[in-house]
């Protein structure tokens, strides 16, 4: 069985380019008065578990190279792994994919961050870069306006290049974040079972060093068994039903054997 593969990633986007009679906060701008349509400037990503952090660029403002490439990626992934991703960069992928008509899977298996920050923990920002720098993980780079127009208007290689190390810092970044908070939220895939064991085994390491823990009710009253892996420390929970069945099944195997 091969390993379980887990992507980080995390995208640059160019603003719109549009016609405005003046400037201020509060102003209403149709979408006719886009001159150049938002698009994907850089995607940089990671493996789990790798140190090398890899990127794609835009060719002159042209983002469907750098799509074609990275869906080759991403559709090989059994995870993918972003902060605020689910609402902003599979939605930006997702949307450039349609318009150049690249072929994408319509329901990746998906880990957002920033919504685990939200359901699991009460931050004072909820922010990758306050988080990272209160886990100890780090700051995020320093960048400005500046460098989206050096880039957007100048076609600047070295503001491309600054903005790339920008974009992999992030993706660093989210790798720590996440590992952090893993142990202290629900998992996403079993990848126990993901690995050819039971339910029963560990969903993040595949371990069946275990040990149940209590269990818990449900206010319907279903009963579960709160499981930890010895291994890595992952808490987990199975249904009474499975467990036992589980269980009566390697008491058989064991006896026939």
């Not at 992952?234 to 036992?244: D, E, I, L, M, P």
């Amino acid at each position: 069985m091969r390993r379980f593969k887990r992507l980080f990633f995390d995208i640059e986007t160019s603003p719109n380019i549009m016609f405005a009679w003046t400037a201020g906060y509060k102003l209403n701008l149709p979408p006719e008065n886009i001159i150049k349509e938002r698009a994907i400037m850089c995607i940089c990503y990671k493996w789990e578990g790798d140190k090398q952090v890899h990127s794609l660029e835009w060719k002159k403002g042209d983002d469907k190279k750098l799509l074609v490439d990275f869906m080759k990626i991403m559709n090989k992934a059994d995870e993918v792994i972003g902060h605020n991703s689910d609402n902003f960069d599979i939605k930006w992928v997702r949307t450039r994919c349609l318009y150049h008509g690249i072929p994408a899977i319509p329901d990746y298996s998906t880990v957002d961050t920033y919504k685990l920050a939200k359901k699991y923990f009460r931050f004072n920002s909820n922010k990758l870069d306050y988080i990272s720098s209160f886990l100890g993980g780090g700051h995020k780079l320093h960048t400005g306006f500046a460098l989206w127009k050096s880039i957007v208007l100048d076609n600047d290689i070295k503001a491309m290049k600054k903005m790339v190390t920008y974009c992999k810092k992030d993706v660093v970044l989210q790798e720590k974040v996440y590992q952090r908070m893993k142990e202290y939220t629900n998992h996403k895939t079993h990848i126990g079972v993901h690995g050819g064991n039971d339910k029963a085994s560990c969903p993040e390491c595949e371990s069946e060093n275990i040990q149940k823990k209590g269990i818990r009710v449900t206010a319907a009253g279903s009963k579960f068994h709160r499981l930890n892996c010895l291994d890595c420390g992952k808490w987990y929970q199975v249904a009474f039903s499975t467990y036992n069945k589980l269980i009566r099944t390697k008491e058989n195997l064991i006896k026939w054997i």
